[in-house]
């Protein structure tokens, strides 16, 4: 007899629908549409030749060890490079203090996994990344949201969150997906300070810190939390999980990221990735260190910033010009988002129907708010199309909400 | 103040303590060990060159594609040689019944998320894989334990089990993982019977299928399913959820391998990966598309089962010629690993202690029986060391046994 296989799944499954946000990509995918949906990087700045020559020195001298089992906690050359990378940041951190995971995707699957029972809370920012919703949702997750403004998390109204007790605080505070905005310095000493205060642990999610592309860098989440600790022999102790990544600096399709948090966490880590899938791929792991070493990593996120920057400056440029003035929208300073704010009484995803008619894509950003609100908010990606269709895409997006909100006037 | 991580975690990590397993390879690491412990692929037989051509022909071609995302379900001509590979077998499988994972324990991981509510019962056999109990004991899973002999799992003994309403039966039933032994094809023919008539689903897990060094190919329990049920209309949409792998096939650190299942299982684990990990390695898959295509995976199979055929040769012959009469193992025909055991009243536990003063090691036999016993039993891998050093080691093994069990006697 046919197996009724609906009968047989996990409780956790009914929170794992097919997603809104899945079924709406799928209609970008045309090829004819262009599309600020997506959350791609630019294939122009990936580093083609790179890699082949990187293959190449590993196949050669370390093939075996490349294509063999490897250690959980990740390759320790990569591990070591990454601490000299964030030591630069006078963080205090060791190899100890790191675990490579296959993209941060996995690294959110994990500390859901680590930290979660069903029904616990986490605080989150409105909006917030969408990929932490859906991990974080397989482990039951409530959220509390915390709004925000250009500045990130509108950290007065943090304090009120804490005294639910969630599990932790999930915050990007760099160009922010989706919204743009970045956490200012002032905010995010609140933030490590309210959060020791409750005794609740932060997990700063940092795809984008260094694609900045105007203005200064600020201290992360992290370095200010071990600041504020002070010097602990070398390991990092604090309270702070940190997630970055090689996605958006070299390349997706090699799933290679990183996260930092106390050697105490590391080590529940590095069991949960144990039974969840051994390791990382060794061959991506050598081979990206290969490639990142010896200074190319810092010379080529130049050129990516170079090209970012202008395409931003495009969009926002064209948005200037064309949008109509009852829209808003922010001005990141890095990243490969921004965000658009229409009138209170529209709905983004009613208008994405008609973009999609007129052959261009955005997400809309009802989605990104977990416990709802934002209906009137769009996400626009400017790291994936080129100039010329950027102008194109915004301008057609710029006429149609000039058509709608005229016709909601009359 | 410091943060308390350890009352943070969930309760789920109650049952991920460090595994015993693990502290002991930790010891078998010692550079001058003969270790039969691990579960290594022979580093000699990888396709390094082939590796190499592959990836400079993928970035030359496909490489902007190939450093992108991709698709959660996998890359489309990578699952489709995988259905045609499917199809010589007589299975009507198609690319919508396959899904790429990042090696099969991520597998094992998907389906015990996708299946398991805590305190759900599996049915495995006795002994079984340890790296099926780590992933499943994260989802808080039971066990039913089936003796097994050196015809696999004791299937008169399944029937018991199945009234107690398992989730599924996870069987391994070729050259198994630890014993060595395979299921007959009547107890597979029983085996799918029995678990129709109770609407179980069977879980196949086949790494080792097709290192088969003696005796003839005996069909999957997925394609005896798939008889049973008739044609589909191309599709699959049986009882069994088979996995298998390109770590023992081509190389383990690509952590490339995929499960087949009816489509409406695969959409459900699609969803569970896309939260999980979004996809795995675009790269890892064109590469290995490249090089498996064209004929290449069948040739190179014949020079692994060659080597690996000698290696397990060598092995039995130095315990026909050396071990104590007192003892008993498994002889393989295919796969990586064969089962000692020793008399009722032995520990391999203790035993493996002095193995190590003697500078050779292999996984004491309990930790592989779920619900106890076994403590008598040994797993000896032969596809790692090379032929002297089996010889070597074996030879070391079989004199301390015979002193322990002369010792006894005194």
Same mark, same amino acid.
């Given at each position: 007899m046919q197996t009724p296989w609906e009968y047989r799944y996990a409780h956790r499954m009914q929170k794992m629908g097919s997603s809104v946000i899945r079924e709406l990509l799928k209609l970008t995918e045309q090829p004819d549409i262009i599309s600020f949906a997506g959350g791609l990087p630019a294939p122009e700045v990936f580093p083609v030749e790179k890699f082949k020559e990187a293959c190449n020195i590993v196949l050669d001298t370390l093939g075996a060890q490349a294509l063999q089992y490897g250690t959980t906690e990740g390759y320790l050359p990569l591990r070591e490079m990454i601490a000299r990378h964030t030591a630069r940041f006078a963080i205090e951190v060791t190899a100890d203090n790191i675990l490579i995971t296959s993209g941060s995707q996995q690294a959110l699957d994990f500390i859901g996994r680590l930290f979660l029972n069903r029904g616990d809370y986490i605080v989150v920012e409105s909006p917030t990344y969408l990929g932490a919703l859906q991990a974080w949702n397989a482990y039951g997750a409530q959220y509390i949201s915390v709004p925000s403004d250009e500045n990130g998390m509108i950290v007065d109204e943090l304090e009120k969150a804490l005294r639910i007790g969630p599990k932790f605080i999930y915050v990007l505070p760099n160009f922010q997906n989706p919204s743009g905005a970045t956490l200012s310095l002032e905010r995010r000493k609140q933030l490590i300070?309210?959060?020791? @205060? %409750?005794?609740?642990?932060?997990?700063?999610?940092?795809?984008?810190?260094?694609? @900045? %592309?105007?203005?200064d860098h600020l201290p992360s989440v992290v370095k200010l939390d071990s600041d504020m600790r002070g010097s602990n022999g070398g390991h990092y102790t604090g309270n702070v999980i940190y997630l970055s990544t090689f996605s958006k600096l070299l390349a997706p399709g090699i799933r290679l990221a990183w996260v930092i948090a106390p050697p105490e966490v590391i080590r529940k880590l590095v069991m949960t990735k144990q039974a969840a899938d051994l390791h990382t791929s060794t061959f991506n792991q050598i081979t990206a260190y290969e490639v990142a070493k010896g200074g190319f990593l810092d010379e080529h996120v130049k050129i990516i910033r170079s090209v970012y920057r202008e395409r931003r400056n495009v969009m926002l440029e064209t948005m200037d010009e064309i949008w109509p003035v009852e829209t808003r929208w922010t001005r990141p300073e890095g990243g490969m988002f921004l965000w658009g704010i229409l009138p209170q009484n529209m709905d983004t995803a009613e208008v994405f129907k008609q973009a999609i008619e007129r052959k261009v894509a955005f997400v809309?950003?009802?989605?990104?708010?977990?416990?709802?609100?934002?209906?009137?908010?769009?996400?626009?990606?400017?790291?994936?199309s080129n100039p010329e269709n950027i102008r194109e895409g915004i301008t057609r997006l710029g006429i149609l909400l000039k058509e709608l909100i005229a016709a909601q006037k009359n």
């Open positions: 300070t309210l959060a020791d @205060r %409750y005794g609740v642990p932060i997990v700063e999610d940092d795809p984008y810190g260094q694609l @900045r %592309y105007d203005g809309p950003g009802g989605s990104f708010h977990p416990t709802g609100g934002g209906k009137n908010t769009m996400r626009l990606n400017f790291s994936y």
